[in-house]
């Protein structure tokens, strides 16, 4: 752009100091840690690749032995130490404990989110839950399903009750945090009114942040049928993740195992449907 006369604007003292010299910033505390950071994790990246032994693997034959089983998996699928409908059972087993952990964690994260929200409890309440809760969901999920397991045994309660804490950890962050963006001046209205908490909570937080509330739930719901598939081998809960352990490591069918992700892909894919469509139909019905 040009000024009036046509010569080129000036440029701000911001970008350019008095002595025509282009300012740069100091580095911060932040930008120093991150720099100091990554600049460890190459260092450790470039001393475990040189350490690395190759000398006894075939890299040439070992990439056409896995293009080759990803070949047979994708394009031969079949079923051989079980039928299609054991599979399909199997299948429902796994998404009825993504289903029952999305419910307890959403039934408690509810409530825990409405005494973490900065705008609804005491700010010392507040910041205890969203502190413990943040402990909590930096566990991974299968650690805290390992130290049930112990407690409960190996199966199904193990890996409900483990992936449960995670679940209320993660949807507590996002419940607060929808119902902290709903407007103070609707809350104080209804408090100036005469309004109870859990009058305020029924009719202004909850009907207002019922939509990004769902969009939490079903985003979890999508992790935890994950995590089920992954926890029916680790922890011994069955479904269909117990199968693909057995098809993968004892019997190393490969057929197996693209016939069963074949079947966990396209759950996946009706559960990212259905969730789409809902909460569009939602939206449309606000």
Known sequence: MTSVDGSPPPLT????????????????RATVAMSLVFGVLLAVTGVGFVMLSGDKVKVGEGILVTVRNFRTMF??????????????????VTVGLAVLTTVLGGVVAIVLGLLAAQNLSNRRLSVAIKSVLAFFRA?????????????AGLGSPAAVIGMSFHSISYLVKGYSESFEEIDQGVIEALKAGGARWIQIVWQAILPSSMNPVLSWTFIRFEINFVNAVAMGAAAGAGGIGYSLYWAGSYYFNVHEVGFITYLILAVAIVLELTATRLRSRFRLGT
């Open 75 to 92: 394009l031969a699928p079949g079923a051989t130490h079980f039928t299609v409908l054991q599979a399909l059972y199997d299948l429902a």
């Open 139 to 151: 566990i991974p999920t299968v650690l805290w399903v390992l130290i049930f397991a112990i407690g």
């Open 13 to 28: 003292p911001a970008i350019v100091g008095t002595a025509g010299r282009i300012r740069v910033r100091r580095p911060t």
